[in-house]
């Protein structure tokens, strides 16, 4: 089984999320900033994070080529898993309008809330009601047609959705504390620029060390959907 991952940044990979969908019996394909036709009919796509917006896409012609695969995957109820900017672009492909948030930059960490809703998805269902993630975004999104809302933060209510087999993520289930602790010194100028404390930021990665193995465990069974899903077809 093939898990075709768009990846839009050189650090952001798939992190957690690799392993997991490994051991379900995926091999995973990465597209760095491009697409391929036959990404189409692949059991799973994964679209990644960016520091690019949904609505940039003049400026960054390979979003429009992925909408229309994303779109057109959709329209077959082909699974798509998106993370932040993916989830963004996998909100758009459905048919909901993606801008910039009305309540700021979102970023460190901090826990989300499952929606009652979330409390019986067969994915999420058996999570924290309360689960520490990474956070890292500045857009938001309006609710997805067809779409069970998953998950909210205090600043911003669209944070996860389910739509048919796929899934959107606001969040970054997949990031280590590590990693975390990395994309802050690489980003360390525009973080400063945005008004943040580096120091403050860093003092948040051991609640995200803490929360690693349950977010591994909801990303396993994210992954066995999706093998069953693929197992179906």
Known sequence: MRAVVF????????GLLGPVLQAAGFTLV???????????????LVIMGGRMAVY???????????????MERL?????????????QMLAAAAGAD?????????????????????????????ARPRTVVAHWHGDSYAPV????????TDRYTQQAFRLGTS??????????????????????????????NLQ???????????????NTEVLHRLAHHFARVAAGR
Request: glycine share 10%; charged share 30%; proline share 7%.
């Open 167 to 196: 899934y959107g993520f606001q969040f970054h289930l997949e990031l280590t504390a590590s990693e975390l602790g990395r994309w802050i010194d690489l980003e360390a100028d525009s973080l400063q620029q945005r008004g943040k």
């Open 30 to 44: 990465n597209r760095f900033r491009a697409v391929r036709r036959e990404d189409v009919d692949a059991e799973l």
């Open 145 to 152: 047609p067809d779409a069970t809302l998953l998950a909210s």
């Open 98 to 126: 993606v801008f910039p948030g009305k309540n700021g930059f979102e970023v460190g960490v901090g826990p989300v809330r499952w929606t009652p809703e979330a409390q019986k998805d067969p994915v999420v269902s058996g």
């Open 7 to 14: 990846q839009h940044e050189e650090h952001e990979g798939p």
């Open 75 to 87: 329209a077959y109820e082909r699974p798509c898993l998106g993370i932040c900017l993916g989830a």
């Open 200 to 214: 403050e930021l860093k003092a948040q990665l051991p609640k995200l060390k803490a929360a690693e193995a349950d």
């Open 56 to 70: 940039e896409s003049e400026q960054h012609p390979f979003l429009r080529q992925e909408l229309g695969i994303l």
